[in-house]
């Protein structure tokens, strides 16, 4: 919606074509047309077209019904009849069929088109601004509707099973029985737990304010290393964090953390399950005010079908482990916010690469 | 009638309601087989492949609804296009934990799912279960 506003003026009368662009195409982007039929060309070829001008007498279409069947396929225009004092039946069939934004007079003054105009080209802006918010705001609503069965059943399949389990229990004698279900409410509260971490990153995403600062990489890699140096001395796998920093790098630590967070429980989790070498390797490069990050594993991998739909939110694309269907897609929103990007290649079996790249702020 | 006349086999994509379910299936008492899937669509190929139920015993699906890749509705899917002769000799049930109507709705719209069962599943419900098979 830059540059001149663009108006349609329809008029079979080639002559008032003609002094219409005359007076308005230095203020205007002007499009004329002498019949119903080119105007509509003119709309489809040019949608950016804001105000739509017609005369009311026509040879084979009156303006009114020109405008009413228009208002259909072309809706935002607004629109705008050019009739004669005596028209009154037409003015209000226009008021009420047509829609339109404003009657002007014949013979019309350039300024009384000119705010025509002006009055008609800022309704269209506000209305189609609210058009938009509420596109925005349906977007939201079924994202909400998504998020609120998802999490209806996240959140009471762990309690379900962990009901489950105890109807187990309480049906027999045996130690060994009962040890083993007392196991799976542990596990499935863990799940739990993890789930409501999920949806607190979540929203502390969304919510929070960024905090841009010189972002300390010593620190950022000791605390990657208390988080995953257990898991990984438990599991037998390989843990190294390689760092090459050359300039300083502003951007926002908690987010950061929140991204290698989630790729490095994602690598220590889909590991397989009997082999010699199992590795977990991040690289950090940080120069010239951009950081590149790689999480590199040699876990199960990605079938390919699904490497589009990962950042999805709630997509799942392995059954194998407890997973929310959240971490991947608060990464990719983490990045959003601190405009970077993410990358992966895997291959099933094989495992999976993700290079995260950050410009400092 | 006891669980010894029926086949088993339940899918579910987490691995505490399969070993729930399992552990469930036994207590009711000395089942024919159980086998358990985290993948639906290990399972459909699963049953696409085997014959080796050759006792003429039914079998029993325990069908999750909510799973990543295919889900309990994929899953119907595919069944339904099985020939009816093999499609006979089971029993399909959903079991899960949704509460949302429209699931609900669409999982009884299939011709083949005789029921929807609520998590958890329970002894007492797969033997009252067994009696109307």
């Known amino acids: 919606m830059s540059g001149k506003i663009k108006v349609l003026y329809i008029d079979d009368e080639v002559n008032n074509l003609h002094s219409f662009r005359a007076a308005f195409r230095v203020d205007y982007q002007v499009y004329t047309a002498n019949s119903s039929e080119e105007a509509a060309a003119q709309l489809n070829a040019n949608p950016e077209i804001a105000v739509i001008i017609s005369d009311q007498r026509m040879p084979n279409m009156t303006g009114v019904e020109f405008f009413e069947e228009i208002r259909a396929t072309h809706p935002s225009p607004v629109r705008m009849l050019i009739t004669g004092y005596t028209d009154v039946e037409a003015v209000i069939d226009a008021i009420n069929r047509g829609q339109i934004f404003r009657y002007i007079k014949k ?91 999920n949806i607190h990153d979540y929203y502390n995403m969304r919510r929070g304010e960024l905090e841009i600062r010189d972002v300390n990489f010593d620190n950022l890699a000791a605390q990657l290393k208390d988080m995953f140096e257990l898991v990984g001395k438990t599991n037998n796998v390989e843990f190294i964090i390689n760092k090459d920093v050359q300039s300083a790098f502003r951007s926002d630590e908690t987010s950061l953390l929140i991204i290698l967070n989630n790729l490095l429980s994602n690598a220590f989790k889909y590991q397989k399950k009997n082999i010699a070498h199992k590795f977990v390797h991040v690289d950090i490069s940080v120069k010239d005010n951009t950081a590149v990050i790689t999480v590199a594993d040699n876990g199960i991998g990605i079938h390919e079908n699904y490497l589009d739909y990962i950042f999805d939110m709630f997509y799942r694309a392995t059954s194998e482990e407890f997973g929310s269907g959240f971490g991947l897609y608060n990464v990719k929103d983490a990045l959003n916010r601190l405009n970077g990007d993410i990358k992966v290649t895997s291959k099933k079996d094989e495992g999976t690469s993700f290079i995260v790249t950050i410009q400092g702020k | 009638m006891d669980a010894s006349q029926f086949h088993f086999i339940v899918i579910d994509d987490s691995f505490f309601d399969c070993r729930i379910a399992e552990k469930v299936i036994q207590n009711v008492g000395n089942p024919a087989s159980v086998k358990v899937f985290q993948n639906a669509e290990d399972a459909i190929q699963y049953i696409r492949q085997i014959d080796d139920y050759s006792d003429g015993k039914k079998i029993i699906l325990f069908v999750d609804i909510q799973m990543p890749l295919m889900d309990g509705f994929g899953f119907v899917q595919e069944f339904e296009t099985l020939p009816a002769e093999v499609k006979d000799r089971y029993a399909f049930y959903f079991v899960t934990s949704s509460i949302n109507e429209n699931d609900i709705r669409r999982s009884v719209n299939f011709p083949s799912v005789r029921r929807f069962l609520n998590k958890p599943l329970t002894v007492n419900v797969v033997r009252d279960l067994l009696e109307t098979v």
């Open chain 1, 107 to 197: 013979p019309w003054s350039e300024i009384d088109i000119r705010s025509a105009i002006e009055e008609g080209y800022s309704y269209y802006l506000t209305s189609s601004l609210l058009t938009e918010k509420n596109k925005e705001l349906q977007k939201a609503y079924n994202e909400l509707d998504k998020f609120a069965y998802s999490v209806t059943h996240d959140l009471r399949s762990p309690i379900l099973s962990v009901l489950g389990a105890i109807n187990i229990a309480k049906q027999t004698d045996d130690i060994s029985e009962i040890k083993e279900m007392v196991g799976l409410m542990e596990k499935a509260m863990q799940k739990l737990d993890d789930f409501i971490h």
